[in-house]
């Protein structure tokens, strides 16, 4: 299995950013993938979870700006970042894992998402400026 990021980048606080991570090794849809973000001297949180019949769900630091989505015939996982913060600023990673997780991440606090994931990309910067 394998994850990879691409697309992230440096922007102004408003502007937009279209995170990709391509899977190989196994297809995607089948899976609960995620995106997480960690920015300097903090911990990783969850952002955005989407499940294998493409429903998504977002912590609340990013409801309402950001959306998740899934290309099945590319093997891709998106994420449309829109009305970017400088608070956004992290790097960000996508991961997989088992389909049932989906269904427990709403319960969880967002810093609690990472040792439920087996699969992470390496990450793609983002850095938002004011």
């Known amino acids: 299995v394998r994850l990879v990021e691409s697309a992230g980048g440096s922007v102004q606080a408003g502007g937009s950013l279209r995170l990709s991570c391509a899977a190989s090794?196994?297809?995607?849809?089948?899976?609960?993938m995620v995106w997480s973000r960690q920015a300097p001297g903090k911990e990783r949180e969850g952002v955005a979870a989407i499940d294998s019949a493409g429903s998504s769900t977002y912590t609340d630091t990013v409801k309402g700006r950001f959306t998740a989505s899934k290309d099945n015939a590319k093997n891709t996982l998106k994420l449309q970042m829109n009305s970017l913060k400088p608070d956004d600023t992290a790097m960000y990673y996508c991961?997989?894992?088992?389909?049932?997780?989906?269904?427990?991440?709403?319960?969880?606090?967002?810093?609690?998402?990472?040792?439920?994931?087996?699969?992470w990309g390496q990450g793609t910067q983002v850095t938002v400026s004011s």
């Open positions: 090794g196994y297809t995607l849809s089948s899976y609960c």
């Open positions: 991961a997989a894992g088992a389909p049932m997780l989906c269904g427990l991440l709403p319960s969880r606090h967002p810093r609690d998402w990472r040792p439920l994931f087996a699969y």
